[in-house]
């Protein structure tokens, strides 16, 4: 009976928290093997007209994303994540809010399998979606921000502990986090370079046929 329990506990018991936690440094890598995924389905679409690849990613996206919500143990991504940075030291995060995040994940995810892979039906709204996802999944990877978290920290009582980089705890910056005048400038004049380079490419370079 005990050892049932302890398969159903979400998340691992760590000494000197107070919650159970997962590896941060895990869930960021199988967010980037994720998004690799998801950036091939989406080239294999525009590009080669074939949704072949998306159909097999998205049923694996689902399935994996409902073990996370399940158990996490034993969730195929976060195992690649947890073979490619199991030299590292862990970084750990709250269980809970991780868990609230990847349920979002879920209830995005099975939709999208059926009308991707059972009852295929493109059209520019799922196109969205997908876009959405691969969003998420890049913000976690590359930047440790997990949104879902900041959706929990908004409609949960109890708010988050152990969020990752540290960010429910930290309450004042360090110098080397701020922007002087000048970073501040160069900051606003990359983010306006690379806004009007993505819309250029979208709106002003001609088709050509593959």
């Known amino acids: 009976m005990e050892k049932l329990k302890e398969f159903f506990a979400y998340g691992e018991k760590v000494p000197g928290y107070d919650v159970r936690v997962l590896n941060e440094r895990e869930a960021r890598a199988a967010a980037a093997i994720l998004f690799v995924g998801a950036f091939i389905g989406l080239t294999n679409g525009v590009m080669l007209g074939t949704a072949v690849f998306s159909k097999y ?14 158990q996490p143990r034993y969730a195929p991504s976060l195992l690649l994540g947890r073979f490619f940075v199991s030299n590292q030291t862990p970084e750990y995060v709250g269980a809970e809010q991780k868990r609230f995040a990847w349920a979002l994940g ?10 991707l892979v059972l ?10 979606v997908c876009l959405i996802c691969m969003a998420l999944l ?4 590359a930047f440790s921000i997990c949104l879902g978290c ?3 920290n908004l409609v949960k009582k109890n708010k988050a502990t152990h969020c990752p980089g540290g960010v429910c705890e930290m309450k004042i910056k360090e110098p080397i986090q701020t922007f002087n005048p000048v970073q501040k400038s160069i900051l606003i004049i990359t983010v306006i370079v690379m806004a009007y380079g993505a819309y250029a490419y979208m709106t002003k370079l001609p088709d050509k046929q593959i």
């Open 150 to 152: 900041k959706i929990f």
């Open 57 to 70: 990613f998205v049923t694996f996206f689902a399935i994996d994303f409902t073990l996370r919500v399940i």
């Open 138 to 141: 890049f913000f976690e990877a």
């Open 106 to 115: 879920m209830i995005i995810a099975w939709p999208m399998f059926y009308y």
């Open 119 to 128: 009852d295929f039906q493109p059209n520019p709204l799922k196109v969205l």
